[in-house]
């Protein structure tokens, strides 16, 4: 799907990450975790285009016509919305610039699988932060992005909002066979949701764990094997660093 | 549908999610200004005492006029009709000017806003041109373009102009990055990306730096109509002096009070509806609200 081939990016003489591999593989949840600070934005940043990498490349797959740039779709720590739209122009400004013929159709059967159907005509300012992001997802997902980036989307929510949009988001990615890079500083999010987890320490950031996370779902926290991950990725996280 | 079903019931759990306060937020959304009757109070006991004084002889006559003399000078000019005249011949002047300079400002102000190297050229030049203190243009217009409309109209325009252009400058240059950022991931480049974004985003800016605009023009027509005018409230004025009629002043002055704030009000309303989806804290207290 996606392959990221020994990118390094420094600003000015400060080198944030470096030499970082990665492959995404398809219709799997790749979850990065790392303490803030580690690189996580920058590296999702310049997946998503925003930014250059100071050297490596980015590898998109390829089909019989050569490179294809995925679309992408994008949801960041904060919902992001313009204030001046209306919960469903959001949604629709997902489509970009040129729009869609059914873009006000689409945009409400979005909303309505995110559980907003009846916000539509709501502006951001009347938004709960749990119902803000959830609009954002709906951009997101508005286009059928091949590829969904989330940073830490769901960080500033409260604990209760947060797991249950975690519940929501593994709905959405088995009802559209989603490919999703989530990256995260939560160890027990990573563990729910994740296929494979990495681990990105270290100044400049680097990989280095890699676990393959095959605990069937839906995923219990009480469950003694989920604990067990947490533990063994918290145990990835922090070895080595003094206590 | 048992994902939105699922949500739904959980809207009912979470304490952050919708709920019986979107009613009230809907209703806060219809809030509107009610009529301030304390705020007349004191102008009400002024008129009086003045109407009072003058009768009473405390107050010259010559100088001060009386609020009836005043009344019967505004009954006079709509009697023989010539207030529309004047009103006319000022209106015109003050929207020639308001329109060109705010023209002027929304197209520079765009570039400069939007192009690095149309800021770093063209902004230090605005700068040093608006720190010219406004009426020592007036000899310099005069002498360039006569003393007719086009010097009065391009006086008011150079006015009107800054405060806008100053206005879009700066609030095009600190549009919110994160906003741009998902525009451009959207795939929004360009003129849609300023269309789409930077022109939204400006919007309460633009509206502030009209309104001062629109002010602006207004104290620049007094200057412009000073230069030499043979209809218009600063005509009224300048004749009210030489001919030494009080009532005439303080009824031009009035009118411009009145005209200033309906043109002021008619730009609000239009920019209370223009940003309704501002998330502006509004006190509730109508005193706050009834400007
Ligand atoms: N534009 C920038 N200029 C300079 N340093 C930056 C910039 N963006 C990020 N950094 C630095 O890169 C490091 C990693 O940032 P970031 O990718 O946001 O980390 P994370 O998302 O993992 O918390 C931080 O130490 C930050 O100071
Ligand atoms: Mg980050």
Redesign the interface.
């Given at each position: 799907m996606v392959t990221i081939d020994r990118i390094t990016k420094a600003y000015g003489s400060s080198s944030v990450i470096a030499d970082l591999r990665l492959s995404i593989e398809p219709q799997q949840v790749t979850v990065m975790v790392g303490t803030t600070g580690s690189g996580k934005s920058t590296l999702l940043r310049i997946l998503?285009?925003?930014e250059r990498p100071t050297s490596g490349e980015i590898r998109w797959d390829s089909d019989h016509r050569g490179i294809v740039r995925p679309n992408?779709g994008?949801v960041?720590q904060?919902p992001?919305l313009?204030?001046?739209?209306?919960v469903r122009q959001n949604v629709e400004?997902?489509?970009?610039?040129?729009g869609h013929r059914r873009s006000a159709e689409l945009a409400d059967e979005i909303l309505?699988?995110?559980?907003l159907?009846s916000?539509s005509d709501y502006?951001?300012?009347?938004?709960?932060?749990?119902?803000a992001q959830r609009v954002a997802i709906a951009r997101a997902l508005v286009r059928k992005p091949s590829l969904l980036l989330l940073d830490e989307p769901f960080s500033a929510?409260?604990a209760?909002?947060r797991s249950?949009l975690q519940d929501?988001l593994m709905?959405?990615f088995a009802?559209h066979s989603l490919t999703m890079f989530f990256v995260t500083h939560d160890i027990e999010e990573a563990v729910a949701l994740s296929d494979t987890i990495v681990v990105i320490k270290g100044r400049p950031g680097q990989i280095q764990h890699r676990f393959r996370i095959d605990l069937p779902r839906p995923r219990s926290r009480q469950d003694p094997a989920f604990m067990v991950w947490k533990e063994r990725v918290l145990a990835a996280l922090t070895n080595g660093d003094s206590p | 549908m048992p994902t939105s079903s699922l949500l739904r019931s959980a809207e009912q759990v979470g304490s952050s999610e919708p709920g019986p306060q979107t009613e009230a937020l809907r209703a806060s959304v219809k809030r509107r200004p009610r009529w301030n009757a304390l705020g007349v109070v004191l102008p009400a006991i002024a008129l009086i005492g003045w109407e009072v004084a003058s009768r009473l002889g405390w107050l010259d006559r010559t100088i001060t006029s009386s609020p009836t003399e005043i009344l019967a000078e505004i009954y006079h000019l709509l009697w023989t009709g010539q207030i529309w005249v004047h009103l006319w011949a000022t209106f015109v002047r003050v929207f020639s000017g308001f329109a060109l300079g705010s023209a002027v400002a929304i197209v520079l102000g765009v570039v400069t806003g939007l192009s690095q190297i149309a800021y770093r050229l063209l902004n230090p030049t605005i700068h040093a041109l608006r720190s010219v203190p406004s009426y020592a243009w007036v000899p310099l217009f005069i002498l360039w373009f006569g003393i007719f409309e086009t010097s009065k109209i391009l006086l008011i325009a150079l006015g009107a102009f800054f405060p806008l252009y100053l206005a879009l400058v700066s609030s095009i240059r600190s549009v919110d990055r994160k906003l741009v950022e998902v525009a451009l991931v959207n795939g929004f480049k360009g003129w849609n990306l300023a269309r789409k974004i930077f022109l939204p985003a400006s919007l309460p800016a633009i509206f502030v730096g009209l309104r001062q605009s629109l002010g602006l023009a207004w104290m620049f027509v007094v200057a412009a109509e000073f230069m030499g005018a043979t209809h218009g409230l600063g005509f009224l004025l300048i004749d009210g002096q030489t001919t030494g009629r009080p009532a005439t002043l303080i009824t031009s002055v009035l009118l411009f009070a009145l005209c200033g704030k309906a043109t002021d009000g008619c730009l609000a309303w239009v920019s209370e509806r223009a940003l309704h989806w501002q998330d502006a804290y509004h006190p509730n207290s109508p005193e706050a609200r009834s400007d």
């Open positions: 998503a285009g925003l992408l994008i960041f904060e992001r313009m204030p001046w739209l209306n400004f997902g489509f970009g610039p040129a309505e699988q995110v559980g159907e916000f502006y951001p300012r009347q938004l709960s932060g749990g119902m929510l409260d209760l909002t249950r929501h709905e959405l009802r | -």
